[in-house]
Structure formats: C-alpha cells, structure tokens
C-alpha cells in the first residue's frame, strides 16, 4: 500500500537549517510530481512546495522563495525539503503528499508529518 514517511524534524534556532526527507513506498515515485505542505495549529495546511515528477522543475510558496529547495531522488523513493534561513512563522508540522500522477494510477495520500519548531 501506499505509503509516505517524513522525518528530519526538530528544534532549530531562527537562520538555522534542516533537511526533512519523505520515504515513499507502494507507488512508482517517478511518475508521480511531489508536494510538501505545512500546518500550524488553528490554521489551514499550506502549500509550501511542487516538484516535477522526474525533477526538473519546481515552484514555492512566496513565503519560503529562496529559502526552501525541493528536490528528490527517484532511485531511492525519497523526497527531501532543505530549509535555510528559518524564521519563527516557519514553525509546523510538515506533510508530504502525492497528488496526482497517470490516469492509470491517480493518488492522493499524506504521511503523517514531522514537526519543525524554529526559536530560540
């Protein structure tokens, strides 16, 4: 069955980094664009980024332009998400998701998040 695993969360002080990493299985990841999202609580989960299923190219959120790069690697099933420049507003919990893909196998699942706190 279809599932996708992030992990790279923690605390990190504001103009630190991290990279979060999504384990897909089930699913060929090369035919499928990948997405993350973010969600901080009492608000509604936010598009933060898209990449191409073979990754060639991406789009952000204005919110994290320049600051967050996605990029994957189809051998290994994994999607990553490197964050430089942390601010406090970047504070959440972030989801991968599959969306999409052929006609022959359209998806739509979310892993179950892992949470970033930027303070210091």
């Known amino acids: 069955q279809v599932q996708l695993v992030e992990s790279g969360g923690g605390l990190v002080q504001p103009g630190g980094s991290l990279r979060l990493s999504c384990a897909a299985s089930g699913f060929y990841l090369s035919n499928y664009p990948m997405n993350w999202y973010r969600q901080t609580p009492g608000k509604e989960r936010e598009w933060v980024a898209t990449i191409s299923s073979h990754g060639d190219s991406a789009s952000y959120a204005d919110s994290v332009k320049g600051r967050f790069t996605i990029s994957r690697e189809n051998a290994k099933n994994m999607l990553y998400l490197q964050m430089n420049r942390l601010e406090p507003e970047d504070t959440a919990v972030y989801y991968c998701?599959?969306?999409?893909?052929?006609?022959?196998?359209?998806?739509?699942?979310w892993g179950q998040g892992t949470k970033v706190t930027v303070s210091s």
């Open positions: 998701r599959v969306a999409g893909g052929p006609v022959s196998r359209p998806l739509d699942f």
